[in-house]
């Protein structure tokens, strides 16, 4: 498949994307915010190479051109971008710092901390969403099973037998996993691992039988039978495998699980400053180059006003809760 070529393709963007955006000597004059930015915008995300910051770097980029300003990217990656969010939280509202988060971050977290290092409503000003992925539920081809509904058919048949990989706490494949699970009504066994790229090499060497996987990690794999696809998450099929059914048309009807990202500014920061990033960001986002390269990626480009984003980020919120709550994850600091 085309896709298969992109994806794999793709990856070894990834090295290249990692080179952080040149950083030009500070400006100490802010002026105006008409003539917003006269000096370099930081923007923190997560750990070099992940996706937030494949993302942000891709952004930075194209933004440091429309501004004629440096956008100086930085990495704070640790316990799945908690860490860098709540540093952003606590960052002067001037328009200076941005951030890039995601649904772990900003959704999730909240729902799992006793207590949470921010609150994202009361926290941050959302600027814009802009994008979303995501994943393909794989098997290891020892696990007896075709299609979806065999594998939940297997589960309920020796429960406990089946186990899947995560990438930690809280990330992509450990929230599909758990509302995998308690939408299914069957029984796996979370096995975690440093990362998407170990959880799902665990399943091409048999360690797990199954996880939920990004399309650039599971790809290479499946198209060389080590591994399995049986569904993909999203609430629709991806065009670029348009084959593979979703969870939900596969057996499990209102299944949905997808990642997203968005882009957002410490509380109290001026409304101008919101409201100019947001317009340059998404003609950004417009652009039909962007958009493909984000497909090719497995993802697809979300872009919109702040109060889209807000209400959105709510209802996020909500739904992470109720599977987080189900699920009994609590976490410490």
Known sequence: MRILRRACGAITTI???????????????????????????RIITGG????????????????????????????????????????????????????????????AAPAAYKEPPYNPSRDF??????????????????????????????????????TYGGAGPLTGNHIAGEMFKQMAGIDLTLVQYKGGSAAMLAVVGGEVSTAFSSLPVALPHVSVGKVKALAITSGKRFSGLPDIPTVAEAGVPGFEAENWNGLLAPAR??????????????????????????????????????????KFMSLETERMKRVIDAAGIRLSQ
């Open 15 to 41: 090295l290249l994307l990692a080179a952080p955006v040149a950083a030009a000597a500070p400006n100490p004059d802010v002026g105006s915010l008409a003539s917003y930015p006269l000096k370099p915008v």
């Open 269 to 310: 920061t001026p409304p101008e400053v919101i409201a100019k990033v947001n317009r340059d960001a998404v003609a950004i986002l417009r652009n039909p180059e962007i958009r493909r390269s984000f497909f090719e990626q497995g993802s697809e480009v979300l872009e919109g006003t702040p109060e889209d984003f807000a």
């Open 125 to 162: 000003a959302p600027i814009t969403l802009i994008s979303r992925s995501t994943a393909l539920l794989v098997v290891h081809p020892s696990v007896p099973v075709k299609a979806l509904r065999e594998l939940i058919d297997y589960a309920r048949k020796y429960p406990g037998k089946l």
């Open 48 to 107: 070099p190479g992940t996706q937030p910051d494949i993302i942000a770097r891709r952004l930075g980029q194209h933004l440091a051109q429309s501004w004629g300003q440096s956008v100086v990217i930085d990495n704070r990656g640790g316990a799945g971008l908690v860490i860098g969010t709540g540093i952003a939280a606590r960052a002067a509202p001037d328009g200076y710092t941005l951030l890039l988060s995601d649904r772990t971050a900003l959704a």
